[in-house]
């Protein structure tokens, strides 16, 4: 009796895990957003962005910005351009210095110069977002 209910109890997790949402593959996206930067702009990360199906309000990182250079950070997704992916660039402060959100529009991509060397931190937001998953990447020209 004791195997028979550890064989339906095995088999139910097997069948529950086949009906399980799709995984996010953010490795996709960031494979699209690399050649997407600007001309000019020479690559130096790629930033995966996965919401977990809407369990995560945000995705951060931090990177180090050196004074002189122009960063661009840009998002790739399904669907619409961005899939209401929000990039948002913070200084050493926590001050928000930009945003891929204007005016309740949404572009793929943000450039900062940098005024100031430090840590900042780009962090990935979801307004309305279908897929939570996609990929980002970070490119610098002087």
Known sequence: MKKALFT?????LFLMAGTASAQCNPEQYTNTCIPKLASGF???KSYKIDGQAGAKTKVE???VFTKGT???INVCAT????DGIIVSLFDSNRNQVASSK??????????YPCNTTGIYYIQYTFDKSAEFCGG????FKR
């Not at 339906?8 to 139910?12: I, K, P, R, S, Y």
């Not at 669907?79 to 961005?82: F, K, L, M």
């Not at 980002?136 to 490119?139: K, Y």
């Open 61 to 63: 990182y931090s990177y």
């Open 8 to 12: 339906f109890f095995v088999a139910g």
């Open 102 to 111: 204007i005016n309740n529009q949404f572009i793929s991509a943000i450039a």
């Open 136 to 139: 980002s990447a970070l490119g």
């Open 79 to 82: 669907g619409d351009a961005t």
């Open 70 to 72: 122009q960063y661009m």
């Open 42 to 44: 020479n690559f130096l």
